[in-house]
């Protein structure tokens, strides 16, 4: 019997992939599918997400965006990559600079990814404003809908819905609860709180949706995304540490500001919801993948930004840790990045 504590998507993924296996398998969680999963956007975006400085992060993106079709099709999830791809947008002539400079740090990774002039970019998607500066197409970076694929998973494997305590810790174990891991282990994890919104978008007259594609922008330097799914368009998202679980007036307002600086008709859209999420944080933004020495159990967390596109990796290494698969030399390399013991 293995133990998955936390019913995250990447909990729940791991349960899964277990259970594919042949294996036994339970999941604790007084909650299930409600922390930082619950909030996600879902986007699937490593290279739009890439910054600077943050190399041991770009090698764990790209596997797991490479995984990501074949863990869906083994847990046999009905929600599919929206393969629409992303425009990453500027909203002025400074932030069209800080645009390029990001392209070229993506470019020197062998990330897919293009110079777009403002009109060819509004070819792409009419509704954004003829005020833009310019555009990366990343054609590459795709979404699915976390929520979905996490009540498909939750109809797949069983749920234990308590509080996990030390007596459910060992050698089967492994605990991806988010913040949660930190009742277990020393860890340094911190919570990362962001707000994001999810606004009805009706087709036009025509049939047409707003958007087509995920648009992420850089608006005074500020970053936002919009992400069009369905009926649904999701908008987000803030980055702050403080201790306020609620979302803030500020977050919202910037975030209706710097959306409506690109895509106008953003202003006509109904609110649907307003919400804020805490995402795991560590000290440099890499997840924490190890046993921890004092209990043999599996840590697995700390993926604060990444957790939806790092599901398919994070959950395929839990299970082979788990189920004793010999790591690759290119695993044992993405194992070893993400070690809990670098910062002891």
């Known amino acids: 019997m293995y ?5 995250g998507l990447i909990g729940l993924a ?3 992939l277990l259970q594919q296996r042949g294996h036994e398998v339970r999941v604790i969680d007084p909650d299930p599918a409600s922390q930082a999963s619950h909030f ?7 290279t739009a997400e890439m910054q600077f400085e943050q190399d041991p992060l770009y090698p764990l993106m790209f596997r797991s965006a490479q995984e990501y ?9 009905p929600t599919t990559l929206i393969r629409s791809g992303t425009l990453v947008v500027a909203g002025d002539r400074a932030d069209l600079s800080h645009l390029h400079d990001v ?3 993506q470019q020197r990774y062998g990330a897919q990814a ?7 970019a509004r070819t792409l998607e009419p509704a954004l404003t003829p005020g833009i500066a310019g555009a990366v197409s990343v054609p590459g970076d795709h979404q699915i809908n976390p929520r979905a694929l996490m009540a498909h998973l939750l109809e797949q494997v069983p749920v234990e819905r308590r509080k996990a305590d030390a007596v459910d810790l060992g050698p089967n174990t492994i605990v991806c609860a988010g913040l949660g891991a930190a009742e277990f282990f020393d860890l340094p994890l911190r919570p990362v709180h962001g707000d994001i919104l999810r606004l009805h978008m009706p087709a036009d007259p025509a049939g047409e949706p707003l958007l087509r594609r995920v648009v992420r922008g850089f608006v005074l330097d500020r970053p936002v995304y919009l992400v069009p799914r369905g009926d649904e368009l999701v908008l987000g998202a803030t980055s702050r540490e403080d201790l306020q679980p609620d979302p803030l007036a500020g977050g919202v307002l910037d975030l209706l500001r710097d959306a409506a600086r690109i895509l106008p008709d953003i202003q006509l859209l109904g609110i649907k919801e307003v919400s804020a999420g805490a995402r795991p944080g560590t000290p440099d933004d890499v ?3 190890g046993r921890d020495p004092r209990t043999d159990a599996l840590i697995s967390t700390g993926y604060f930004r990444h957790g939806i596109l790092l599901a398919a990796l994070a959950a395929r290494l839990g299970a082979d840790q788990l189920s004793g698969v010999e790591p690759s030399p290119d695993d044992q390399a993405l194992i070893q990045a993400m070690n809990p013991e670098r910062f002891s």
């Open 3 to 7: 133990t998955v504590i936390g019913a």
């Open 14 to 16: 791991t349960a899964a």
């Open 40 to 46: 996600a956007a879902g986007m699937l975006a490593p």
């Open 69 to 77: 079709p074949a863990f869906l099709e083994l847990v046999d999830a």
């Open 103 to 105: 392209l070229d740090l």
């Open 114 to 120: 293009e110079r777009l002039t403002a009109s060819q």
């Open 287 to 289: 997840p924490l993948f």
